[in-house]
């Protein structure tokens, strides 16, 4: 159990273009889900939180309405990269989590495969 | 605010022990993470272990974590060469939320 998905895969668009990523949790419900980022030979950082619900929290320096989050429902949050450029071309990936927060370890952070985005 | 350090590249041979050490800074994390990244791929958790706790063994992986140096380490017993990959280390902290922080990972290679 516990698998996310992404979807698509590898993406690739024009500069100036929309993109929306998808990220489901396929066999559990996500309470909170969670976008990262990674640039190549880099570390993944945290771009934001995001409740079912509600609106995502975003960390110091991400655009919010560069990067717009939606979670509207148990199983399926989404990342739209709006007006993209070639910087914003990256490895996205997404996690989600079974619980509400605390010490058990089905806190635990469940990663979707990622997804390339290229911006010609 | 919080940081986590790995050493960026460790080199074995096919049936080696492979070693990969990790620092952190937060000492209020509560729980310590391995995961494995093959390329292209996202995150593969491998193992995990609860803050008080210094030691874990999951078969050919054994976790030893020195809470007063924050110091974590993961060590791959017979490392073979599907083995190689890019292990991240993560610590959570559960009374500051529960975002992960990532260190850089260490590119493991292993040579037949």
């Known amino acids: 159990g ?7 895969s590898w993406v690739i668009c024009k500069s100036g273009t ?31 939180t995001s409740n ?8 110091q320096g991400v655009e919010k309405d560069k990067f717009l989050i939606n979670h509207a429902s148990l199983t399926l949050s989404t990342l739209t990269v709006t007006s993209a450029h070639p910087e914003d071309s990256s490895f996205y990936i997404c996690s989600a ?24 | 605010g919080e940081d986590v350090e790995q050493s960026l590249f460790l080199s074995v041979r096919e049936g080696d022990s492979s070693v990969i050490n990790c620092t952190y800074t937060d000492s209020s ?8 990244q093959e390329p292209g791929a996202g995150l593969q958790l491998l193992t995990y272990i609860f803050s008080n706790m210094d030691m874990k063994q999951d078969q050919r992986l054994t ?34 939320g529960t975002a992960l922080i990532f260190g850089k990972g260490t590119t493991l290679s292993v040579s037949s």
């Open chain 2, 29 to 36: 994390s509560t729980y310590l993470y391995w995961y494995k």
């Open chain 1, 2 to 8: 516990a698998v996310v998905s992404q979807h698509p």
């Open chain 1, 18 to 48: 929309s993109v929306k990523i998808e990220c489901r949790s396929l066999d559990f419900q996500a309470t909170t889900m969670f976008w990262y980022r990674q640039f190549p030979k880099q570390s993944l950082m945290l771009m934001a």
């Open chain 2, 63 to 96: 976790v030893l974590l020195n809470k007063k140096d924050k110091h974590l380490s993961l060590r791959i017993a017979d490392t073979q060469t599907g083995d190689s990959a890019i292990y991240f280390c993560a610590e959570r902290n559960d009374q500051a």
């Open chain 1, 52 to 59: 079912e619900g509600s609106k995502a929290t975003y960390e």
């Open chain 1, 97 to 120: 989590r079974k619980g509400t927060g605390g010490f058990e370890y089905y806190n635990e952070q469940f990663f979707g495969p990622g997804t390339r985005l290229t911006v010609l």
